[in-house]
């Protein structure tokens, strides 16, 4: 099983900075079957980002995915206030996981 | 628009099975050619997929869960259902029915229900 560890575990940004996201995995994520989601509280997550770098439909261009092999990150230019969230990484290469996720806060 | 709507009860004793449906509209199970997963989240934890369907009769199951679950498809229903046997207070979570991106199994999850929160107490 391909293990997914997010960090950092919570980021405290402003609106307007721009936020990273790391995902590392266990193994090498075979064809850069990653994605990325965000989760509201009390919402269903929404798909960002798969294929490790393709936005999927309505999402924003702010947001970009990059990586490849274990090392994969997220990034969003200039926050919004609806920005912040918590984000998950999932890999699809070996069956399917997921990491535990980052809170993004606002400072 | 698609929608994908998950029932059932939101309370199970332990030891019993779980179930629940997911109904889909805005979209034919069996002409879509999409697959068709569960998800789970326990609360404030991630997600841990549980399995996935295919109209056609193929299922996927998670392999720490593969034991306890079966998913089925009922095409003229238009809908997906999921099992969860012997069930214990390790059970508890929002359940989400997904789909698959892209008609493909391996897959980012593009359509997401608003979750079914089970509980399992006695």
């Known amino acids: 099983e391909i293990v997914l560890t997010q960090s950092p575990g919570t980021l405290s940004l402003s609106p307007g900075e721009r936020a990273t996201l790391s995902c590392r995995a266990s193994?090498?994520?075979?064809?850069?079957?990653l994605a990325w989601y965000q989760q509201k509280p009390g919402q269903a997550p929404r798909l960002l980002i798969y294929?490790?770098?393709s936005r999927a439909t309505g999402i924003p261009d702010r947001f970009s995915g990059s990586g490849s092999g274990t090392d994969f990150s997220l990034t969003i230019s200039r926050l919004e206030p609806e920005d912040f969230a918590v984000y998950f990484c999932?890999?699809?290469?070996?069956?399917?996981?997921f990491g535990q996720g980052t809170r993004l806060e606002i400072k | 628009q698609l929608q994908l709507q998950e029932s059932g009860p939101g309370l199970v004793k332990p030891s019993e099975t779980l179930s629940l449906t997911c109904a889909v509209s805005?979209?034919?199970?069996?002409?879509?050619?999409?697959?068709w997963g569960w998800l789970r989240q326990p609360p404030g934890k991630g997600l841990e997929w549980i399995g996935t369907?295919?109209?056609?009769?193929?299922?996927y199951y998670n392999p720490s869960l593969q034991s306890r679950v079966l998913i089925s498809v009922d095409t003229s229903k238009n809908q997906v259902s999921l099992n969860v046997t012997s069930v214990s207070a390790a059970d508890t979570a929002i359940y989400y029915c997904?789909?698959?991106?892209?008609?493909?199994?391996?897959?980012?999850?593009?359509?997401w229900g608003q979750g079914a929160r089970v509980i399992v107490a006695s």
């Open positions: 999932q890999q699809y290469g070996s069956s399917i996981t």
């Open positions: 193994h090498s994520v075979m064809t850069n079957y």
């Open positions: 294929g490790a770098s």
């Open positions: 805005g979209d034919s199970i069996s002409s879509s050619g999409y697959f």
């Open positions: 369907a295919f109209y056609k009769g193929g299922t």
């Open positions: 997904v789909r698959h991106w892209g008609r493909l199994l391996w897959s980012a999850f593009d359509s």
